[in-house]
C-alpha cells in the first residue's frame, strides 16, 4: 500500500501531524528494536493466528514517521498505481485522502490468487519505495547528477523496511477496498490507520490465544505453514540473517 504526499505525488507522510483522529501508541520504537528479526517470525504469527500483513513501502523519513503516527489520510494524495503520465493527474485526484496497502493472502494476478500474486505483493512494496526515495533525491540537469539521483533512490528504497499493517481476516472487510489501480494486489482505505497496527509491537497488542485456537481449528494447512515459516524466521534471525532474509 502507499500513501502520502511530498515533493512527489507517489509519496507517504513524515515529520510530526495532528493525530487526533488515530489512535497512537508511544512504544512505536519498539518496532525499531525488531528490525533484525526475520520477516519469516512476524508473517508465520500472522499465519498462525488468522492475520493478514498489510504492505506499504516508503522511504527512511517517512517510514519513522509512520511508525511514530501511523498512516494518516491528510498525509494521502498518492497512490499504489496509475503510472501513465496520461493518467497521473486523474490518478493524483481519485487518490486524495486514502491510503494504500499492498494485499496478503486475498492477492491476485489475472484474476487468479496463487504465486503470482505472492511474489507481486513482495516486491511492489520496494518498487514504491524507490520512487520515495527517488523524491528525497535534487534532481540537476547533468547526466551524472541524474545517474546519482538513480543509484541514490535504489539505495534508500531497498535499504527501507517495508511498513506492515497486522488486522485479522475478519477486520478488512469493509475497512479495506479494491485499489482500481493495482489490478488484485493492493487495498486503499478511507480511514487513518492506527501506529498500534504495525510490526510485532502491534501484533502483540491485538493478538489473543483465541486467534491461534481459532486459525488452527478452522484452517490447519496455513497455521502449520505459519509454525514452520515462524522456526525457519527464528533460525534465520539467530543467525544474523534476519535483516536482510
Known amino acids: 500500500v502507499t500513501g502520502g504526499n511530498s515533493s512527489s505525488p507517489l509519496e507517504q507522510q513524515s515529520g510530526s501531524h495532528d493525530c487526533s483522529k488515530v489512535s497512537k501508541v508511544s512504544d512505536w520504537w519498539l518496532n525499531l528494536l525488531a528490525l533484525p528479526v526475520s520477516n519469516h517470525v512476524e508473517e508465520g504469527l500472522a499465519k498462525m493466528s488468522g492475520f493478514e500483513v498489510l504492505r506499504h513501502g516508503t522511504s527512511w523519513p517517512n517510514y519513522i514517521g509512520i511508525l511514530k503516527n501511523g498512516g494518516l489520510l491528510e498525509k494521502g494524495g498518492s497512490t499504489s498505481g496509475g503510472f501513465s503520465l496520461s493518467e497521473e493527474a486523474r490518478t493524483y485526484q481519485r487518490s486524495k485522502n486514502r491510503f494504500f496497502a499492498f494485499k496478503d493472502t486475498e492477492a491476485y494476478v489475472d484474476g487468479k490468487k496463487g504465486f503470482q500474486g505472492a511474489v507481486a505483493v513482495r516486491v511492489a512494496p520496494k518498487m514504491h519505495a524507490v520512487l520515495s526515495g527517488s523524491a528525497l533525491v535534487k534532481e540537476n540537469s547533468t547526466l551524472l547528477d541524474k545517474i546519482k539521483k538513480v543509484f541514490s533512490a535504489i539505495f534508500l528504497g531497498f535499504t527501507t523496511p517495508t511498513i506492515r499493517f497486522l488486522y485479522r481476516t475478519s477486520e478488512l472487510h469493509p475497512r479495506f477496498k479494491e ?57 534465520l534471525t539467530t543467525i544474523g540473517l534476519g535483516t536482510i532474509l
Request: hydrophobic content about 35%; overall charge neutral.
Open 179 to 235: 485499489d482500481p489501480d493495482y489490478r488484485g494486489i493492493a487495498y486503499y482505505t478511507e480511514e487513518s490507520l492506527p501506529n498500534d497496527r504495525i510490526g510485532l509491537a502491534g501484533f502483540g497488542k491485538h493478538v489473543t490465544a483465541k486467534d491461534f485456537a481459532r486459525q488452527f481449528k478452522h484452517d490447519p494447512l496455513r497455521a502449520t505453514q505459519g509454525l514452520l515459516q515462524l522456526i525457519w524466521g527464528i533460525f
